[in-house]
């Protein structure tokens, strides 16, 4: 497994500026930190593996990169629905923190069946 520091870098910067957007988009809510810091890290993690992660083995990048792109899809669409409606804090941090364990197990998996 290699990580390209440089795809690194471009990922955190599009994570910070979609992050950004859902804070901007979100003024006069209650829990709008929350939605920004929850949707901004959701974003990096799966920007990373889709961008900067790369493996040795023949077709284990683009398994990876399919996995990632699906739930980085996913992570936008939660953001911009919690974003539109009137949420309240266990909805949000259970939802996602079941969407981020996911990918992190389906990843995790992906990886371990490349060893």
Aim: proline content about 2%; overall charge neutral.
């Amino acid at each position: 497994m290699k990580i390209n520091p440089v795809m690194l870098i471009i990922s955190l910067a599009i994570a910070s500026l979609i992050a950004f957007g859902f804070y901007s988009g979100n003024k006069d809510e209650t829990y709008q930190l929350l939605l920004t810091i929850g949707t901004g890290i959701f974003a990096f993690l799966t920007l990373s593996c889709t961008l900067a992660v790369s493996f040795d083995v023949r077709g284990g990048t683009g398994n990876v990169r399919i996995v990632s792109v699906i739930f980085f899809i996913i992570s936008i669409a939660s953001g911009l629905i919690f974003n539109f409606l009137n949420f309240s804090l266990a909805p949000y941090v259970i939802i996602n923190g079941i969407l981020l364990l996911v990918f992190i197990l389906i990843e995790y998996a992906v990886i371990k069946a490349l060893e």
